[in-house]
């Protein structure tokens, strides 16, 4: 059984940073690929960022690219969200998820994402 808890979400000013965390357990963690996403209130789930199972190749939404870095320790099964300089539209509940491709590249699509943690709250005050 897969699983994947995030952590770090709360309130902040907007100009400040947040650190989320996401903890995989139930799979050799370090071999798949990890994304983050997020849903504002009232939309669609987006994409945020993406990392490949060795740490290499992030990629970002044009909207969090230059504020945001994933990253991933491999030794702890936990993938981060840096998130510096936010703004209030990055106001949403965040989620973390895996791919079943193991050794698999990263990857943009919701569809291509099989396990997905119970999500962060994420509130940017202006």
């Known amino acids: 059984q897969v699983q994947l808890v995030e952590s770090g979400g709360g309130l902040v000013q907007a100009g400040g940073s947040l650190r989320l965390s996401c903890a995989g357990s139930?799979?050799?963690?370090?071999?798949?690929?990890m994304g983050w996403f997020r849903q504002p209130p009232g939309k669609e789930r987006e994409f945020v960022a993406t990392?490949?199972?060795?740490?290499?190749?992030?990629l970002y939404a044009d909207s969090v690219k230059g504020r945001f870095t994933i990253s991933r320790d491999n030794a702890k099964n936990t993938v981060y969200l840096q998130m510096n300089s936010l703004k209030p539209e990055d106001t949403a509940v965040y989620y973390c998820?895996?791919?079943?491709?193991?050794?698999?590249?990263?990857?943009?699509?919701?569809?291509?994402?099989?396990?997905w943690g119970q999500g962060t709250q994420v509130t940017v005050s202006s």
């Open positions: 139930g799979r050799i963690f370090s071999s798949y690929p």
């Open positions: 998820a895996t791919t079943p491709q193991r050794y698999g590249l990263e990857s943009r699509s919701i569809g291509d994402y099989d396990y």
């Open positions: 990392i490949n199972w060795s740490g290499s190749s992030p």
